[in-house]
């Protein structure tokens, strides 16, 4: 049966808002909240800095993700925030591998898995970004492509570590560029996405990972997006730092 699996609508704020910006919006949302379907889990990842200060709103009616964090469980490593930090700030999801880490923190395959180990090993469930570059949907090595970053950072968790990820399939030519995937584009790939998990862990577990599609969402393109069958909701950047935008994204991810 369709969309059985979690719905997800995850908001990625990157490096932006202050913090009286943040609690703002976070109230907005808060203020909207009975317009959200019930069914559809709504996720804020604000910088790690105001992680604290959202946490402290009463009753939100959003979980919250870091937008990084450390392969270290702790020490030495100036600047870095651990797992077991964000556990016990109660953080339930950390994004893991986003494209902008991949690219200006240059980021590999290998780092990232390290990443997922040491979210799993403090029970952060990530949520691990994929997706290919212009140039490699141009050559059509778009499939290969998610398939090693598939493979070099997910293939080697245990069923009961794969259980807890969350995907988010995010071309990079898609995001912050206004350009998104178009609905037959997302659904293959999200399908393929699938497939290969299916390959490796059985179908079960396939069937249950959430795979989220990121990427320019917007207002007028989640509803069509959200309807694929492989597609389970969104990661959404900037869409999600305008509370009118991202409360009809939350909306349009409701089961139809
Ligand atoms: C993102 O950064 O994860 C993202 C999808 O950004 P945008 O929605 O702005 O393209």
Same mark, same amino acid.
């Given at each position: 049966?369709?969309h059985?699996?979690?719905r997800i609508v995850a908001g990625?704020?990157?490096?932006?808002?202050? #913090?009286?910006?943040?609690? *703002?919006?976070?109230?907005d949302l808060q203020e909207r909240q009975d317009d959200f379907p019930p069914e559809v889990t709504v996720i804020l990842? +604000? $910088?790690?800095?105001?992680?604290? =200060?959202?946490?402290?709103? *009463?009753?939100?009616c959003f979980?919250?993700?870091?937008?990084?964090?450390?392969?270290?469980?702790?020490?030495?490593?100036?600047?870095?925030?651990?797992?077991?930090? #964000?556990?016990?700030?109660?953080?339930?999801?950390?994004?893991?591998?986003?494209?902008?880490?991949?690219?200006?923190? /240059?980021?590999? &395959?290998?780092?990232?898995?390290?990443?997922? &180990?040491?979210?799993?090993?403090?029970?952060?469930? $990530?949520?691990?970004?994929?997706?290919?570059?212009?140039? @490699?949907?141009?050559?059509?090595?778009?499939?290969?492509?998610?398939? /090693?970053?598939?493979?070099?950072?997910?293939?080697?968790?245990?069923?009961?570590?794969?259980?807890?990820?969350?995907?988010?399939? @995010? $071309?990079?030519?898609?995001?912050?560029?206004?350009?998104?995937?178009?609905? &037959?584009?997302?659904?293959?790939?999200?399908?393929?996405?699938?497939?290969? #998990?299916?390959? /490796?862990?059985? @179908?079960?577990?396939?069937?249950?990972? +959430?795979?989220l599609? =990121?990427?320019?969402v917007s207002p007028t393109n989640s509803a069509a997006l959200f309807a694929?069958? &492989?597609v389970d909701g969104g #990661?959404v950047?900037?869409a999600s730092?305008k509370a009118r935008d991202f409360i009809s994204i939350i909306k349009s991810a409701g089961i139809q």
């Open positions: 049966m369709e059985m699996r979690q990625n704020w990157k490096m932006n808002k202050t #913090l009286d910006e943040a609690m *703002e919006l976070a109230i990842a +604000p $910088p790690s800095l105001y992680l604290l =200060g959202l946490e402290m709103i *009463e009753e939100p979980l919250m993700a870091a937008q990084n964090c450390s392969h270290h469980q702790y020490g030495a490593f100036t600047g870095e925030i651990s797992a077991a930090m #964000l556990q016990a700030m109660r953080i339930k999801y950390c994004i893991i591998g986003h494209s902008e880490r991949r690219e200006y923190f /240059h980021e590999t &395959d290998e780092l990232i898995a390290k990443k997922i &180990d040491a979210c799993l090993l403090d029970n952060i469930a $990530p949520i691990f970004c994929c997706g290919e570059k212009k140039e @490699e949907r141009v050559a059509k090595k778009h499939f290969v492509t998610v398939m /090693h970053q598939l493979e070099k950072s997910l293939f080697h968790l245990r069923p009961e570590q794969m259980v807890k990820m969350i995907i988010a399939y @995010e $071309p990079v030519w898609a995001i912050g560029t206004g350009l998104t995937a178009s609905t &037959d584009e997302a659904q293959e790939m999200h399908a393929f996405i699938r497939k290969t #998990l299916a390959g /490796h862990f059985g @179908e079960t577990i396939a069937e249950k990972i +959430p795979i599609y =990121g990427g320019s694929c069958p &492989d #990661l950047g900037g730092l």
